[in-house]
């Protein structure tokens, strides 16, 4: 905010680009409300990457000569420097940086920078910038969630064979290991990765060329400037691309729902770290302690990734909500989409890192999943199944016959995976001895080797299956 006033006072004595057909100076209220360059300077390098592409175009379409596009390219070389250098003084009557880095580059090289904006207008020059910085982070954030990914296969690696109940409704339901959880994750974060990469893949068009809304009649080349920047193809309809910000919109829903994905795990993890379940323990650098209560160690990282995906809805919402009711084509609201997805980037980003970290250093404690196991008789499932198999009888009977089974069990304080085989018999005659594998955890967790299941063979396959695909998609 400090850096915004002081920008606004320098504003004052500016001169604007466009002032020609101005006989006022703008207000300088106006200025501080029009103005991108607080912010947009995030995109310095795609700016000036766009505009060597542009002026090496336009050189070799003859528009610009050799020793143009020499100076133009060693003009916009030092004012990187400066900018990386934070030597550049960010004026806020320049209003975004792209008239803050033209103006200095005509300050560095004289009349030639004044020749850099032929056949382009800000309006694809930012459609340009900003649609290449959402291809990078999308690249960016594909390499954070195949880092988590891979961490997490690597905790799952160690626990197919961990029990822990499996839960509907936040009730025990059927056991299940460990490893069979996080792999659940694990799918999630595949399904967000590709979401991403498809993003990447329909968004890599070029808009540079489209100039203000209905092209140019420079003799330009499109095709040079989309080969030069990395863009698989050139945009068809000008009128569409310079008011497109679905590629936004698109960075904006792939991060609320991975976020959604890692709250949800987040709050998992929270539950986990609890005295009431204590299946596992976050490491000292991945909790907080309380100002007044010694003894609190406190689960803050997974509270926030679980929080954060609040601000990414909401930016998600913003924008969706700012595109709804625009004309065609280029509107100043569109102005409105770059804080959101810087926002909602940066809070992907080191989210990817913060669960990454905390998973890999966080303490699993099997016995306590396991003694969990052993609440709520989570057997009861098999012993449907097995008078269904062994008895023949059908499954709403079985179920039935079960439920009594269950009340048993609950009358003489006991789990069910723990009940006599004379407690069965006196239930229903028709059970038989071989009941009793069917009552043990594991036999129950191990029994579920349909495709997909929890089995431990069946998990293993999920590892491996997992990790051939984490071998497949790891260059980006
Ligand atoms: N700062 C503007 C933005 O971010 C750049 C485009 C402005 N174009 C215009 N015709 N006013 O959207």
Known sequence: MLEYRNLKQRSLIMEKMWSGRFSEAASSLLDEFNASIMFDRELYQEDIEGSIAHATMLTEQGILNKDELESIKKGLAQVKEEIEAGEFTWELSDEDLHMAIEKRLTAIIGDTGKKLHTARSR?????????????????????????????????AGKHS????????????????????????????????????????????????GCAALAGTPHNINRQSTANQ??????????????????????????????????????EEMILWSSYEFKFITFSDAYSTGSS??????????????????????????????????????????????????????????????????????????????????????????????????????????AHFITGKAVAKSEELGIDLSDISYEELKAIDGRIEENVMPYMSIKHSMNARTSEGGTST???????????????ENNSF
């Not at 459609?127 to 690597?154: G, P, Q, W």
């Not at 839960?167 to 979401?195: I, V, W």
């Not at 804080?339 to 905390?358: H, N, P, Q, Y």
Request: charged share 25%; glycine share 4%; hydrophobic share 40%.
């Open 123 to 155: 309006n694809d020059q930012v459609a340009v910038d900003f649609r290449r910085y959402v291809l990078r982070k999308n690249k960016e954030i594909m390499s954070l969630i195949h880092a988590l990914m891979t961490a997490l296969h690597k905790v």
């Open 161 to 208: 064979e961990t029990l822990i109940p499996g839960m509907t409704h936040l009730q025990h339901a059927q056991p299940t290991n460990f490893a069979f959880h996080l792999m659940a994750y694990g799918s999630m974060f595949k399904r967000d990765f590709e979401r991403f990469e498809d993003s990447y893949r329909r968004n890599n068009i070029s808009p540079l």
């Open 229 to 266: 920047l990395g863009f698989d193809s050139v945009s068809t309809n000008c009128l569409d691309t310079v008011s497109d910000r679905d590629f936004a919109i698109e960075i904006l829903f792939n991060i609320s729902m991975a976020m959604m994905h890692i709250s949800r795990f987040a």
């Open 292 to 397: 007044i209560m010694p003894q609190k160690k406190n689960p803050d990282a997974a509270e926030l990734l679980r929080g954060k995906s609040g601000r990414v809805y909401g930016n998600l919402m913003s924008l969706l909500t700012v595109m709804k009711g625009l004309p065609l084509a280029y509107n100043k609201d569109t102005q409105e989409d770059k804080e959101g997805v810087f926002d909602s980037v940066k809070t992907m980003e080191i989210s990817l890192k913060i669960l990454r970290e905390s998973l890999l250093t966080l303490t699993v404690h099997e016995d306590n999943m396991k003694a969990a196991c052993k609440v709520g008789h989570l057997s009861a499932t098999d012993l449907a199944d097995y008078l269904v198999e062994h008895c023949d009888i059908p499954f709403r009977e």
């Open 457 to 471: 063979v069946r998990t293993i396959e999920q590892l491996a299956k997992f990790n051939s695909w984490l071998e």
